[in-house]
């Protein structure tokens, strides 16, 4: 009986021992800056858009480009191509970009104003899909992080 009693008692206080470790861990306050070079990145990555709805194609987040690491004292021209290869919409029949490139990413910033497109109404067959690939360029000193500088826009005919 008093074995057990004392296995109980060793048990409590080692399980107290870790679970203190992890609360210390859950409650410090560490730097969460970002330590590395700045970078840019789209966001969101990617939408999706139905050619039947395009007035009511009013994005919950609308398309940006993002800065990862600390704003800058001074605006930062960011440009964007159109993926020729991958993409296949066409400007002109599939959508229109209202926002040309480069755009600016204002001094003591962290994300440019939105990248307009407008999809073109009833441009792509019933049961076909057709995709506009951007792709962010590098910036002045400013590299396009390798995994977030593509943006997808799937355009879903309806």
């Not at 080692?14 to 700045?38: H, I, M, W, Y």
């Not at 709805?53 to 994005?59: A, T």
């Not at 940006?64 to 930062?76: C, F, N, P």
């Not at 400007?91 to 480069?102: E, F, I, K, M, Q």
Request: hydrophobic share 40%; net charge negative.
């Amino acid at each position: 009986m008093k074995n057990s009693i004392l296995v109980k008692i060793v048990t409590v206080i080692v399980a107290s021992l870790f679970l203190s470790g992890c609360l210390n861990d859950l409650f410090e306050q560490e730097n969460k800056r970002f330590q590395d070079n700045p970078k840019i990145e789209f966001r969101p990555l990617n939408q999706v858009v139905s050619d039947a709805d395009v007035d009511d194609f009013d994005p919950s987040e609308p398309l940006k480009v993002q800065l990862i690491g600390e704003q800058r004292s001074s605006d930062l021209s960011v440009s964007f191509v159109v993926d020729e290869e991958n993409s296949t919409a066409e400007a002109g029949t599939h959508y229109n970009l209202v926002t040309s490139s480069p755009i600016t990413l204002p001094a003591n910033a962290s994300v440019t104003g939105p990248i307009e497109i407008e999809v073109i109404e009833n441009s792509v067959p019933d049961g076909e899909v057709v995709e506009l690939v951007l792709i962010l360029q590098d910036a002045d000193g400013v590299e396009a992080a390798e995994n977030l500088k593509t943006y997808t826009l799937t355009i879903e005919g309806e």
